[in-house]
């Protein structure tokens, strides 16, 4: 599999859609990366093994080799791109900065490893360096070594980086090592904003007000949340931060309830739900005017709008039909069809970034709350989750591969990750009381070094 | 390299020297796991040609403790206040925001107390019970404030003194995972302001 686009036109891409404010979303479909990913989606698909021969960190007290090589190891695991060998397996000891010698690689090679990694790490004041090799198997080829830098305290942000190249590298898509998840999490009895890496570290206090603050999203080019923060006991705002500053500002004031809040994935509008009209109907907002329009009249509850990945298209709740169901319509309130039929409590819908699936909350036949597919057509449905817990608010990982959502298997309300077959189900957050609401943020913009040194 | 990229390279490079000058005259460490001695100083990063830096790009926001002090003391009065007025909560069903008879029933006396109380207003918080989604029950909350609502202007109190909210399943009242519970969480919860 050869990327398509050329270096070039990749790193053009990623800075024009930088500048416009946009997220990945359009790049990845237009790149034909979207074939890429059809095929890694196949049952039989090949995953490309990989060994990570080690980070040789010189004895440093932190012992940062060890750390990098287990985030890096989870990392290319967790891509579902990589198998990753056992690399006490491989018999290729690091000795010092040299490469390992030819033959031991090729050797490893020979007992069906295809990939191998290793890398140096050592200390330039305040800063980490982290210098990494790649042995690539199909071209029997060490390949111009990258040094990554930055400060000791993001060692794990550093390894992050590394993995994503390599998926880039073998995909030509971003990888989501270095995506976010935002959340709500109860402290002190309040529901305040939080943010945490992918994979559930770092976890950082976004909101402090002792009150509530509800429905993230992420702006496309991930620079802004945007959610529903209550001001008073009656009033809310639908509020915008910059992730940047911290700086906080009112986007939708309207009278009611103001919840819900969707980007489009061009960062133009925001679509919510309010309930000015007396019931919750859906509009979008332009982001530079501020102009309304409203998608939705009806006199039943319609909320949680959510974007095709088009920006054509909007899922999202409504209980015109009785219970809750997911319904489709056009971006301008037009063409409003039902999409969900099974059951009777159906809510919560989040298009996948490919645009093939609807994730939703649906109630089982044993009346609980679990994470289902739908296909946009309806077509096609799965259930993904089972067992007795309210599952809730599913959110997409940008390659489309992962869903988080909350759940209350383990007792309390925790966030989950689980692939988008339904399989490797895992814990990210296990402290506190409750944490619910994820909203994981698009891929990080950067340049996709894909190189076509796979040869089949 | 592309030239685009060239370009870009070397204005982030301008920029990374001109902060950093002093940090660049500083020998850079091999990688080669050689011990560095840990520096008292804090000296300033630098990035030289060829390398990428990894960097948080997430300032976490600042704290409002103010006005989350604020906030919280005001709500601990209307407690307060509420709790010696005798104004009584009205329950609800599952999935439901129809008031039934002991709805009513606790109704008539709220209302009865409003009348004899004519300068005083409320908050009637909506609540839900844990199950269904969050986004859902913060709509079904509403409803069930609102129905309160209705029912009390119904009896010729005047809506303006009769705030609504809904805080969904986001504020319960109980944490098991029972029906006692849930009884307890479906809730229209009226509240004095004191302001």
């Known amino acids: 599999m050869t990327p398509r686009m050329t270096r070039r036109s990749k790193i053009i891409a990623g800075a024009v859609l930088g500048l416009a404010g946009a997220g990945m979303l359009g790049s990845i479909l237009e790149s034909g990366a979207a074939d890429v990913y059809l095929e890694a989606a196949r049952p039989d698909f090949q995953k490309v093994p990989i060994g990570i021969l080690g980070f040789q960190d010189g004895s440093l007290p932190s012992r940062p080799g060890k750390e990098a090589a287990t985030v890096l190891a989870v990392d290319l695991r967790r891509s579902q791109v990589f198998a990753v060998a056992d690399a006490s397996k491989l018999g290729i000891a690091l000795n010092g900065p040299n490469a390992p010698e030819k033959q031991k690689l090729k050797q490893a090679v020979g007992s069906g490893v295809k990939v191998l990694v290793w890398g140096t790490i050592g200390t330039r004041d305040p800063d980490y360096l982290l210098d990494r090799f790649v042995y690539d198997g199909g071209s029997d080829e060490i390949g111009a070594s990258k040094r990554y830098v930055g400060s000791a305290a993001l060692l794990r942000q550093i390894t992050h980086r590394l993995a994503d190249e390599l998926v880039a590298r073998y995909t030509g898509e971003p990888g989501i090592a270095r995506t976010r998840i935002a959340y709500v999490s109860e402290q002190k009895g309040a529901r305040e904003l939080f943010i945490m890496d992918y994979d559930g570290h770092a976890p950082r206090q976004l909101t402090s007000d ?222 506190g009381s409750h944490n619910s609401m994820p909203a994981w943020s698009s891929a990080e913009i950067q340049t996709v070094d894909a190189q076509p040194t796979e040869k089949k | 390299m592309s030239r685009a990229c060239q370009t870009i390279g070397a204005v982030m490079m301008a920029g990374c020297l001109l902060v950093s000058v002093q940090g660049c005259n500083k020998s850079v460490e091999g990688t080669s796991g050689s011990k560095t001695t840990e520096q008292a100083v804090v000296k300033a990063p630098v990035t030289l040609p060829g390398e990428e830096r990894v960097s948080d790009d997430i300032v976490v926001a600042k704290a409002e403790p103010e006005a989350a002090r604020q906030r919280t003391e005001e709500m601990r009065q209307e407690a307060a206040a509420t709790a010696g007025t005798g104004l009584q909560d009205v329950f609800f069903g599952y999935d439901s925001w129809t008031i039934i008879d002991s709805g009513k029933q606790a109704l008539g006396a709220d209302a009865q107390w409003l009348k004899a109380n004519g300068g005083k207003a409320l908050t009637i918080e909506g609540h839900c019970d844990e199950r269904g989604t969050q986004a859902y029950n913060l709509v079904l909350g509403e409803r069930r404030a609102k129905a309160v609502r209705s029912y009390l202007t119904d009896m010729g109190i005047d809506a303006k003194r009769l705030a609504v909210a809904s805080y969904g399943k986001d504020r319960p009242f109980c944490r098991d995972h029972n029906e006692d519970c849930y009884q307890q969480n479906r809730r229209g919860h009226l509240v004095l302001r004191v302001k």
Not at chain 1, 266 to 274: E, N, Q, V
């Open chain 1, 210 to 431: 002792g009150f509530l603050n509800l429905t993230p999203q992420w702006s496309p080019d991930r620079k802004f949340l945007v959610f529903t923060s209550y001001q008073s006991r009656t009033r809310q705002n639908i509020e915008i931060v910059d992730l940047s500053t911290g700086k906080r500002s009112p986007l939708v004031s309207l009278a009611g309830l103001n919840i819900t809040p969707a980007m489009s994935p061009d960062g133009t509008k925001l679509a919510f739900a309010t309930s000015q009209d007396g019931n919750s109907e859906i509009y979008t907002m332009e982001m530079q005017t501020k102009a309304l329009q409203r998608l939705t009249v009806h006199s039943a509850g319609d909320l949680s709008p959510s974007w095709a990945p088009t920006g054509k298209e909007i899922a999202f709740t409504s209980d015109r039909g009785g219970g809750p169901q997911i319904y489709l319509m056009s971006a301008d309130g037009s063409n409003v069809r039902r999409l969900t039929f099974d059951g009777d409590y159906n809510a919560a819908p989040a298009w996948s970034p490919r645009g093939n699936w609807v994730a939703y909350v649906c109630r089982s036949e044993q009346r609980q709350y679990k994470i289902c597919l739908i296909s946009p057509d309806g077509q096609k449905r799965a259930q993904l989750t089972s067992g007795q817990s309210i599952d809730d608010s599913p959110s997409w990982s940008p390659d489309g591969r992962h869903i988080v959502f909350s759940s209350t298997s383990g007792g309390k309300t925790q966030l989950y990750m689980i692939n988008s077959d339904g399989k490797e189900m895992e814990p990210l957050t296990s402290s």
